[in-house]
């Protein structure tokens, strides 16, 4: 079976996964009303306070996370702190499935969704840095069979315009006909397709499947054991996402999408994110510079009414304290958080498997790293 048919048989299983949450949260909707706050994404105001030993922070931090998903019915969560370029602390609350009562471990993993586009934008770095990949020459240039529909700016758009959310592509991840809706490079528009194209790319220049790439490259150097792009590797481990009906969080059913897709099916356990946060924050294995590219500022933006700064691949945040970088995932049942502050030298992963995870995982992630 060619790419393209084992693409489609996988845009098929994510079409009815997705109908089948769409679905269920309509209904939770309906009964509960929808959450507010899971428009937000950028960091809550917050300045770093690495004056603060960790270690003092912990019982109080566990405390609140308590709190909060007491407050907000939160299933389970697993957060990672980091500290003076290590994982400090890792932990797991709560429960992976409100069914069967299995508990969230430290090493639990989840759907961490759009937290592998950071991973991927790094991975990218490292074909930079080993002269397969430049950030300005067409993407297109790279495929013999073209993944973005014929138009004047498809021969336009580059991995630096994917990396920085400028390329024109959409964030439909369920279209067929990838059309570019503006000229690359005019304006910031959140793309989930350009992370599609761009792992394309990265198949053509490695021939390697995707997951291959990311696993020998990035997630067995950086001691990553307990993250894939494949959701099936972890049927047995992995936390169900969980949507809310009349009150009660309902896990959802598991669907094991064999195809890699680095725009949103990332699984990861915190512990596993935490180390690429301390990679980001002292980089071992791509250039430094390159690595300082990543969260230098490339352009501004919105996503919704908020604005934002992009560097390549990760959200910034300038901070008294310095500069932080930021993403989150949201995959409808699963919420997540990353973030981490190079100046400060602190860091903190939270995974949750609840539509309503964000928010708190933006709390706690303010908690954890501020004053």
């Known amino acids: 079976m060619d790419w393209d048919r084992r693409e489609l048989a996988a845009q098929r299983v994510r079409r009815a996964s997705i109908a089948s949450l769409i679905l269920a949260m309509l209904i939770a909707c309906a009964a509960t009303g929808c959450h507010p706050s899971s428009r937000e994404v950028a960091p809550l105001p917050f300045a770093p306070a690495p004056g603060i030993p960790m270690a003092r922070k912990i019982p109080e931090l566990d405390r609140f996370i308590r709190a909060e998903m007491a407050h907000e019915n939160i299933p389970g969560l697993a957060i990672a702190l980091v500290h003076d370029d290590h994982v400090f602390w890792s ?31 790094y991975a990218a770095m490292k074909l930079v840095q080993d002269g397969r990949l430049d950030l300005h020459k067409p993407l297109s240039s790279y495929l013999a069979k073209q993944f973005v529909a014929p138009s004047p700016y498809r021969d336009q758009i580059t991995a630096w315009h994917v990396m920085t959310h400028t390329s024109g592509l959409s964030n439909n991840l369920l279209e067929v006909t990838h059309e570019v809706a503006f000229k690359p490079g005019s304006r910031f528009s959140y793309s989930g397709v350009g992370f599609m194209y761009l792992q394309r790319v990265i198949e053509a220049i490695t021939h390697q499947p995707f997951n291959d790439f990311m696993t020998q490259t990035v997630f067995a150097q950086l001691g990553m054991g307990s993250t894939s792009f ?24 598991f669907f094991p999408i064999a195809q890699p897709n680095a725009a949103d099916l990332l699984c990861s356990a915190a512990a596993d994110l935490a180390k690429f946060t301390v990679e980001l924050m002292h980089p071992r294995f791509v250039d430094p510079d390159l690595v300082r590219l990543m969260l230098t500022d490339q352009v501004q933006g919105r996503i919704g009414k908020e604005p934002v700064s992009w560097g390549l691949g990760v959200g910034l945040d300038h901070t008294l304290n310095g500069t932080c970088f930021w993403q ?39 908690k954890a790293l501020g004053d």
């Open 91 to 121: 932990e797991g609350y709560g429960v992976a499935n409100s069914f069967t009562r299995r508990i969230v471990l430290a090493d639990t993993p989840f759907e961490a969704a759009s937290i592998g586009k950071p991973l991927t934008a």
């Open 328 to 366: 989150w995932g949201d995959n409808g049942d699963f919420e997540s958080y990353l973030l981490g502050c190079p100046d400060a030298k602190i860091g903190v992963v939270i995974l949750t498997n609840s539509s309503r995870g964000r928010i708190v995982a933006r709390e706690v992630a303010a």
């Open 230 to 253: 494949l959701r099936s590797f972890g049927d047995d481990r992995i936390a169900r996402g969980h949507i809310y009906l009349f009150g009660f969080a309902l896990p959802m059913p």
